[in-house]
């Protein structure tokens, strides 16, 4: 038998097949079903990524206050986080470089009175009253219209923080289970336009003194410091900073062999590439992976058809094979992450990257970047200014949200093959991925396949079971928005299996379960809707 195995099926129209939170359909309701094929291969691992491939950010514009870093002690929002780990927790940004710790920048006010921070009872004691975190997040949204201003101008404020806003966000990573990225500030330069260390080397020693394990980024977007600082900066001089901040590190007890992460150059695109060179060139052997940023489209001039569009979210190939090449030509081996991504840049478009269709860039991102070889993609953001939030200004879950915790719930680091093939050859419109099922976090079989796609058009889609797998029971996990049709695109709730997803309370989420479908029958995924179907008893080879 060779390796790849071909599955090609006709498929009856009339055949009958199980629809979540549909009834029974009549012949004439069958013919608006295109039927898709797979091909796959069950006997080989093509990709394996991070365990923590799915990670989140904090944008540091949360600082530009600091009351507002209280928001992380948040019972609510440490729930919501947790949930999402293992994962990194980036905490960086545009706002980074305009960034100092200062930590004789003491001042007292209602907020820090009412904590001493005792790293053997933090994760207990340090909880937000429900009176200061509604203030907060009124103030929040005020905070939110100041930060937009200065991203539409260019003109950043700088922000000094002080030990306060490091235990907190220490302190939510560690109690939530994420692990810390702390993005350091670039842009204090010498006379001689190298870093001047000095600002990190003390937050540095006032993190080892607080025995915090966390890696670290320099910069954010080098390509853009002179239109953000009138500040620029070479890839070759780029790369000789992270290897000064490599050496820092290597003084350390404990961050000597801490992971170190960059340059977080935004994508392909004039001159970006040859900064990448540069940076490579000269500071390849200090990082342990090559970030860079990805997003779709403009998020001021896009539309409801662009987060649909499969040549839009084909784009994300293109862009990756770019970096990819760049970096095994000057670092064979050296991995590859999105350190930062979301649908649209400029803070997101409003109204469409935190609604529902914003999950089919998100979910295609992460099928298609794992395949590729991306080792880790960081979401843009958590929490935070924009629109591509997982979590509202009100401590929300949004769509994205729940798309995100039931990838990691469902969906493990190996990536398998698989195409989908309809009458006319290969769809455009309907998209799938295939990976061995999260072991650690399931108590499924080994051997069980998770199965998950995308149906980008209004119509819906039959997709026949491969024969292999056929006689495997299947759990299916539909998501679609909670109004029907396109005006449901636009909606911030979601439905999974016909019910809308809501906390149960601020610590507890629902139970998430997906609906159980005979052995044999036929995936029924509805217009713009995505699912993830998992095959417990597939006995896939690659995932024994």
């Not at 394996?48 to 929002?77: G, Q």
């Not at 001039?301 to 084909?314: G, I, K």
Request: glycine content about 6%; aromatic content about 10%; proline content about 3%.
């Amino acid at each position: 038998m060779s390796d790849i195995l071909i599955l090609a099926f006709v498929i009856s129209i009339l055949s009958h097949g199980y629809y979540v939170g549909a009834s029974v359909r009549s012949a004439r309701d069958e013919v608006n079903f295109e039927s898709v094929n797979l091909n796959v291969d069950l006997s080989r691992v093509l990709k394996r990524v991070n365990e923590r491939f799915l990670s989140v950010a904090i944008d540091a514009s949360l600082v530009a206050e600091e009351k507002f870093m209280y928001l992380l002690t948040s019972p609510k929002l440490r729930t919501l986080a947790k949930a999402l780990s293992p994962a990194f927790l980036r905490f960086g940004g545009t706002r980074q470089d305009f960034m100092t710790f200062n930590p004789a920048f003491l001042h007292s006010n209602e907020y820090h009175k009412n904590y001493v921070f005792d790293a053997d009872d933090l994760c207990e004691r340090l909880e937000l009253p429900p009176i200061l975190e509604e203030r907060l997040k009124q103030e929040w949204a005020l905070q939110e219209v100041l930060l937009q201003k200065e991203d539409l101008q260019r003109k950043y404020r700088s922000v000094k923080f002080t030990e306060y806003a490091v235990d907190l966000l220490y302190s939510f990573t560690n109690c939530s289970g994420l692990d810390l990225i702390f993005g350091l500030n670039e842009l204090l330069r010498t006379t001689g336009n190298s870093w001047d260390s000095s600002n990190a080397r003390t937050l540095i020693q006032y993190c080892e003194s607080k025995q915090y394990s966390m890696a670290w980024e320099l910069g954010n977007e080098p390509n853009s410091y002179e239109k953000k600082a009138g500040i620029r900066v070479n890839g070759y001089q780029l790369g000789q900073d992270f290897i000064q901040l490599r050496r820092i590190l290597r003084e350390s007890k404990l961050y000597h062999d801490t992971g170190l992460y960059g340059p977080d150059i935004s994508q392909p695109r004039e001159h970006r590439r040859d900064l990448l060179e540069g940076f490579l060139e000269s500071g390849a052997e200090a990082i342990d992976a090559c970030t860079w940023h990805h997003y779709y489209v403009n998020g001021r001039h896009t539309s409801l058809n662009d987060f649909l569009d499969p040549e839009v979210l084909n784009t994300l190939a293109l862009k990756t094979h770019e970096v990819m090449e760049t970096v095994d030509l000057a670092s064979p081996g050296k991995k590859v992450w999105l350190g930062e991504t979301s649908s649209a840049y400029g803070g997101g478009a409003e109204g469409l990257s935190d609604t529902f269709v914003a999950g089919f860039m998100w979910l295609d991102k992460l099928g298609l970047g794992a395949k590729l070889g991306l080792d880790v993609v960081i979401r843009q953001v958590l929490i935070g200014s924009g629109t591509y939030h997982l979590v509202d200004d009100n401590l929300n879950p949004l769509p994205d949200y729940w798309l995100s915790v039931l990838y990691k719930r469902l969906v493990g680091p190996e990536v398998l093959s698989i195409e989908a093939f309809s009458i006319l050859g290969k769809t455009k419109r309907v998209r799938v991925y295939l990976h061995c099922t999260n072991k650690k976090s399931t108590s499924y079989k080994s051997g069980a396949v998770t199965l998950f796609a995308l149906n980008l058009s209004k119509s819906p889609v039959r997709i026949a079971v491969p024969a292999m797998v056929s006689n495997s029971t299947v759990e299916a996990f539909v998501l679609q928005s909670e109004q029907p049709g396109e005006e449901g695109l636009y909606s911030k709730s979601v439905k999974l299996n016909g019910e809308v997803l809501k906390m149960v309370d601020d610590r507890t989420l629902p139970s998430l379960q997906g609906t159980p479908l005979a052995a044999g029958e036929h995936l029924r995924l509805p217009g713009y809707s995505f699912a993830f179907y998992l095959l417990s008893e597939a006995q896939a080879l690659a995932c024994r």
